[in-house]
């Protein structure tokens, strides 16, 4: 049986995939392990033309490109590929007494058929990301990219089938019909990584043939920063993480928490930062990315207006080229500060101090990251227990999600479940319960009926 995912049409894919599922054809540690390396291949032979189609999609440098989408997925293949093994052996689990003797442990077993739909921004990561864990899991994988970088949607569309087992590892391009279609469909899971809106939609769609979902969405996610810290070490953090991929990060940091002195001294800081990372002018700096497509842009000049620019705030239609911006003493119901910005900008909110951080923070949606600069452990411990977010990275933004041992996922309308590593695996399998008790002695006479005399029970 063969599958050619680019010509097949669409309705047979999932059948074929679920066929194969029922084969057992994905569930044996050594198909795997052996789809997790060619998963790999497919990264390390074909590494100028994934560049390539990230540069035509996001204008990504080649090195950011392996940074943050080949080598993130490179490096959760390796970690499985180390443990696979171990984390599939049953886990045994204490019995209580009045069931002795007796013996319990769960056991992954993977779902069947997975559906992954992945978003424009990081296009390769967020697509094959989850594929290591629903092939770890030993499941069939239908991946669906984000029309909106077609030129990695094409590439990886052509590549999958040609290293990865067609059989049981499928590739369906396209849009809102298309995906519309494919969600009518009944999968085992549904994995999702873009906007809350159309996680909606998904989720309702899942309702119907009750199938489990993870929804990976965004937010806006706060930073904090306190005067107990180096500003100008600070400032680079802040200016690495938010302006990386032009700002089309989930867990840029979206907006800056900080008191009045603490902003105006940060200020000088983040434009020295911007000038640094960019060779002085992002414009011209092969470092700096653009926006995704004119709908974004538009958007996105749209909120500078009427603020006060620090630092940037200049575009150019034609490349889509918004240049690093760093506003001052934004008002807390401007516009910018009602969506998540998922763009180049980062708008200054002032704060009396933590406390109105904190108080602001809990007014808002629950984030998929909060940030915190400050070397006071009692405003760590306060940030940590009185607010709630997807994670929190003390001192560093975004380099949580290269922790293959960290769970990666929102709450609330961030998101719900979570994935990388071992967290993928689980999120990919039923986690089965078993119990073995031998007939004799038969202890469970104790419970039996009739309940004429006193009984101890379990
Ligand atoms: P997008 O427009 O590429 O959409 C994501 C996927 O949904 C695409 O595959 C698209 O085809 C599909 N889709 C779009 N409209 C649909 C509809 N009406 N019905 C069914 N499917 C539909 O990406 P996006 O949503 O603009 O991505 C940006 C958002 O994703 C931001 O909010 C960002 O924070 C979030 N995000 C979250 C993570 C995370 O890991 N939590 C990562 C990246 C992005």
Redesign the pocket.
């Given at each position: 049986m063969t599958l050619e995912s680019t010509v097949v049409p669409r309705t047979p894919v999932v059948p074929v995939l679920r066929e194969s599922f029922a084969q057992g054809i994905t569930c044996p540690l050594s198909w795997r392990l052996g789809q997790l390396r060619a998963l790999k291949r497919l990264l390390e032979e074909n590494s100028a033309a994934i560049e390539d189609a990230l540069f035509a999609d996001l204008g990504k440098n080649p090195a950011e490109s392996q940074l943050t989408e080949v080598g993130v997925v490179l490096s959760e293949i390796e970690h499985t590929l180390s443990r696979l093994k171990s984390w599939l052996r049953p886990k045994r689990v204490a019995v209580p007494l009045g069931l002795a003797p007796a013996s319990a442990s769960t056991m992954l077993e993977p779902l069947g058929v997975v559906l992954v739909?992945?978003?424009?921004?990081?296009p390769l990561q967020?697509l094959l990301g989850p594929v290591v864990g629903a092939i770890a899991a030993g499941n069939a994988v239908l991946l669906?990219?984000?029309?909106?970088a077609p030129a990695t949607s094409a590439l990886l569309a052509e590549l999958v089938p040609l290293h990865l087992d067609q059989r049981a590892v499928a590739v369906i391009e396209g849009?809102?019909d298309i995906?519309?279609e494919l969600?009518a469909e009944r999968f085992d899971h549904i994995f999702?990584?873009?906007?809350?809106t159309?996680g909606r939609?998904?989720m309702k769609a899942a309702a119907e043939h009750l199938t489990p979902v993870t929804l990976?969405?965004?937010?806006k996610s706060p930073v904090y920063v306190d005067d107990t810290v180096d500003l100008s070490a600070a400032a680079r953090r802040i200016a690495w993480g938010k302006f990386m991929n032009a700002g089309q990060t989930?867990v840029a940091p979206d907006y800056l928490l900080a008191t009045r002195e603490v902003a105006e001294q940060l200020a000088p800081h983040l434009v020295q930062a911007i000038a640094e990372l960019y060779d002085g002018d992002p414009r011209t700096s092969s470092s700096y990315g653009r926006i995704i497509n004119d709908r974004h842009f538009e958007r996105l000049t749209g909120l500078l207006r009427g603020e006060k620019v620090i630092t940037g705030g200049r575009s150019d239609t034609r490349t889509r080229y918004l240049a690093p911006t760093v506003l001052g003493d934004v008002a807390r119901d401007a516009p910018v500060m009602q969506q998540?910005i998922?763009g180049p900008i980062l708008p200054i909110v002032e704060v009396t101090g933590l406390d109105d951080a904190i108080r602001f923070i809990r007014s808002g949606e629950k984030p998929?990251a909060l940030y915190a600069f400050t070397s006071s452990r009692q405003a760590a411990k306060r940030i940590l227990t009185e607010t709630s977010s997807g994670a929190v990275g003390f001192g560093i933004p975004v380099a949580h999600l290269s922790v293959p041992g960290l769970p990666?996922g929102?709450v609330g309308e961030?998101?719900m479940g979570a994935y990388h590593g071992r967290r993928s695996v689980e999120t990919f399998s039923h986690e089965k319960a078993v119990l073995h008790k031998r007939l004799a002695p038969d202890t469970m006479r104790l419970v039996y009926p009739p309940f004429t005399e006193k009984k101890d029970g379990f």
């Open positions: 739909i992945a978003p424009w921004n990081y967020l669906k990219p984000s029309e909106l849009g809102v995906t519309t969600l999702y990584t873009g906007n809350g159309v939609i998904v990976e969405l965004g937010g989930c998540e998922f998929l990666f929102g961030s998101g």
